[in-house]
């Protein structure tokens, strides 16, 4: 197994973590429905959390370790900029993608970040990581140590790498104009939920590939290839496996009226289609770097469950304004982590 190596590159060992946040829990601020009677005190409530991922997630592998079906996560991707939002209606930070150049300590915080998530996804859980050129080729590497060392399945790894190509974005006179991000599915077993179907393009009437279009009576199409001895009918309505490269969703604009005020937000589309893709209804879809609220509220739409964290005040704010907005939006409850007061015995 290829390993990446920094200085300062330092084991991430879970039971230390888990010693250091014994005295640590989460808290509920706020629930929603406000008035929320009807639920059972052990019923589930999905879970925004004000906190960072090294308080938060420790915390959470206590309670549901290898519990989670889908983990996105689309962190910093090491700008050195600061990116600002517009909650209440005035300018104020959204977070600080800046590291000193230091590209050690970005890669520990990445490392740290991928050992945590591992821990929470489940054996038959899917992992998609979200970065650009500055950083995915050692994400990859670190994903690939991090997922080696911590297999206990066979088939657990690396499955796609998905670009994602968007017309935003300015014309380098110096390179090729950079106008995709990299989005690197790893699975924790050969046995993960995977639907493409939901999301594959209808194969329709175009000619593809040497296909020979048939045309029935009633002028319904169908597509035959002779491939390996044998002969493949295809209906013209039936999906078409999905292919890596996701050129049909488009960035952004700034007056979209999706954006709610924070940086780097990504449209509704790119996560509801990895959500349908690798999720069933009722799975626990997990974000902790959730921003703008894109995550949670794809998941609340589709019916999964969900839990969304993020250190940024602004974006839980952001996040729990767009959740309310959510038609017919089940139970959460708004958290943040606190010091348990010490017991002492008499």
């Not at 005295?23 to 960072?52: C, E, K, M």
């Not at 604009?253 to 009722?282: C, F, V």
């Amino acid at each position: 197994m290829a390993e990446l190596v920094w200085i300062g590159k330092n084991k991430f060992n879970l039971d230390d973590q888990f010693q250091q946040l014994l005295s640590r829990q989460l808290f509920t601020v706020r629930s929603y429905p406000l008035q929320d009677t009807h639920s059972p005190a052990d019923a589930w409530h999905n879970r925004l959390i004000l906190g960072d991922k090294n308080d938060a997630l420790p915390i959470l592998l206590r309670e549901l370790g290898s519990a989670v079906n889908l983990i996105y996560i689309d962190p910093p991707f090491m700008t050195e900029r600061d990116f600002m939002g517009s909650g209440a209606g005035s300018p104020q930070l959204a977070y600080s993608d800046k590291w000193g150049h230091d590209l050690d300590t970005y890669l520990q915080w990445l490392y740290e970040t991928f050992t945590l998530l591992h821990a929470l996804l489940a054996e038959h859980g899917s992992l998609y990581v979200h970065l650009d050129w500055r950083a995915i080729h050692y994400a990859k590497v670190i994903l690939d140590e991090v997922f080696a060392s911590g297999a206990k399945a066979e088939g657990a790894g690396f499955k796609s790498e998905i670009i994602w190509h968007y017309q935003s974005g300015g014309r380098s006179q110096h390179c090729y104009a950079r106008k995709h991000d990299t989005i690197l599915l790893y699975t924790k077993s050969a046995h993960y939920c995977f639907h493409g179907d939901r999301i594959g393009e209808r194969r329709g009437a175009q000619k593809r590939n040497h296909m020979r279009k048939r045309v029935q009576a009633d002028g319904h199409v169908t597509w035959t290839i002779r491939s390996g001895g044998r002969v493949y009918t295809y209906d013209e309505d039936a999906p078409m496996t999905p292919s890596d490269v996701w050129s049909d969703i488009s960035h952004l604009h700034q007056k979209d009226p999706q954006r709610n005020g924070y940086a780097t937000q990504k449209p509704a589309a790119l996560l509801e289609r990895i959500i349908l893709a690798s999720s069933d209804e009722d799975d626990l879809v997990l974000d902790c770097c959730c921003g703008s609220g894109v995550t949670p509220a794809a998941a609340e739409r589709l019916r999964r469950r969900w839990i969304a964290c993020d250190q940024s005040r602004l974006a839980i704010q952001l996040t729990e304004e767009r959740l309310q907005g959510c038609e017919d939006i089940r139970p959460f409850v708004v958290q943040k982590i606190q010091e348990v007061p010490e017991t002492r015995l008499p």
